[in-house]
């Protein structure tokens, strides 16, 4: 499918997890060892915050991650406190630089790994759930980005879980009535600059991996002389679909059906339970 990863700690460099890491962003790319997919080079996209008033920037393109000279560069180039990466590997819907993670509407980000099911069945209901405000800011394709559009209308600059559950829930309801079982799996992520919210969940309770990273103010106690942590700082947080380093203590399984909220250096975890809005 895809694989996705996103951070908030001290300001450090994209490269640091897109590339230089042992099982980097670019190395899933092309050797997943999580993914339901081994290859990911259905295009790619980083979307990061600069300073607080800012809207986010993205950069977006349709060819494979390994591939694009230009992204080693820019990743060297860009330091950000809080930024998302994504891999995609396409399903349902065209390679193009419009279909590409991270989404963006006003500060929000949004990316997406997993599919709904017989999505082209669905895709006219699903869309004619979306408000009509926000309709015009609609690019691509993808039933990722449908996700997205509904979760807006259900709140997501409010309430940003109870949003995605009720946008998991319009998606299961809308399945139901066309007679198509277990709808949607999906681990996603939608940010703010503030704050990072994260779900893994899927409706036969099967969802594509994710993990987060463990208290890294534990870690550089127990690894005192790695600089990689010094570097992050100690409120740093990662969540991600597969881990970047094989290092013991540093990830940790997000369970079926939660829901992950980082802000401020606090990480809050709940229950990931679909209703109606």
Same mark, same amino acid.
């Given at each position: 499918?895809?694989?996705?990863?996103?951070?908030?700690?001290?300001?450090?460099?994209?490269?640091?997890?897109?590339?230089?890491?042992?099982?980097?962003?670019?190395?899933?790319?092309?050797?997943?060892?999580?993914?339901?997919?081994?290859?990911?080079?259905?295009?790619?996209?980083?979307?990061?915050?600069?300073?607080?008033?800012?809207?986010?920037?993205?950069?977006?393109?349709?060819?494979?991650?390994?591939?694009?000279?230009?992204?080693?560069?820019?990743?060297?180039?860009?330091?950000?406190?809080?930024?998302?990466?994504?891999?995609?590997?396409?399903?349902?819907?065209?390679?193009?630089?419009?279909?590409?993670?991270?989404?963006?509407?006003?500060?929000?980000?949004?990316?997406?790994?997993?599919?709904?099911?017989?999505?082209?069945?669905?895709? *006219?209901? $699903? %869309?004619?759930?979306?408000?009509? /405000?926000?309709?015009?800011?609609?690019? #691509? &394709?993808?039933?990722?980005? =449908?996700?997205?559009?509904?979760?807006?209308?259900?709140?997501?600059?409010?309430?940003?879980?109870?949003?995605?559950?009720?946008?998991?829930?319009?998606?299961?309801?809308?399945?139901?009535?066309?007679?198509?079982?277990?709808?949607?799996?999906?681990?996603?992520?939608?940010?703010?600059?503030?704050?990072?919210?994260?779900?893994?969940?899927?409706?036969?309770?099967?969802?594509?991996?994710?993990?987060?990273?463990?208290?890294? *103010?534990? $870690? %550089?106690?127990?690894?005192?002389? /790695?600089?990689?942590?010094?570097?992050? #700082? &100690?409120?740093?947080?990662? =969540?991600?679909?597969?881990?970047?380093?094989?290092?013991?203590?540093?990830?940790?399984?997000?369970?079926?059906?939660?829901?992950?909220?980082?802000?401020?250096?606090?990480?809050?975890?709940?229950?990931?339970?679909?209703?109606?809005?």
């Amino acid at each position: 499918m895809c694989r996705w990863l996103a951070y908030t700690g001290n300001p450090i460099q994209l490269e640091a997890v897109l590339f230089r890491a042992r099982h980097s962003l670019i190395d899933q790319s092309l050797h997943s060892r999580l993914g339901a997919t081994t290859t990911n080079g259905d295009g790619f996209g980083v979307g990061w915050y600069g300073e607080p008033d800012e809207l986010p920037f993205r950069y977006r393109c349709a060819q494979p991650a390994w591939s694009d000279r230009n992204l080693r560069d820019a990743a060297r180039a860009v330091r950000s406190r809080v930024f998302v990466a994504h891999i995609r590997s396409a399903t349902d819907t065209p390679s193009q630089e419009t279909n590409c993670h991270p989404f963006r509407y006003g500060r929000w980000l949004f990316v997406h790994n997993g599919l709904i099911r017989d999505y082209p069945r669905l895709r *006219r209901d $699903l %869309m004619l759930g979306i408000n009509p /405000d926000l309709f015009a800011s609609i690019e #691509g &394709s993808t039933d990722s980005e =449908v996700m997205f559009y509904l979760a807006l209308t259900f709140g997501l600059e409010i309430e940003p879980v109870q949003a995605l559950e009720r946008m998991a829930c319009f998606v299961e309801e809308t399945a139901d009535k066309h007679g198509v079982s277990e709808p949607l799996n999906m681990t996603v992520c939608a940010m703010d600059g503030e704050q990072i919210v994260a779900a893994r969940y899927s409706s036969e309770r099967n969802s594509r991996s994710l993990y987060h990273s463990t208290s890294i *103010r534990h $870690l %550089m106690e127990l690894y005192p002389d /790695d600089p990689r942590f010094a570097a992050v #700082g &100690s409120d740093a947080f990662l =969540v991600l679909s597969e881990p970047l380093l094989d290092l013991e203590g540093l990830w940790q399984e997000v369970p079926e059906s939660v829901a992950i909220v980082a802000k401020r250096g606090r990480i809050e975890g709940r229950i990931f339970n679909p209703r109606r809005a």
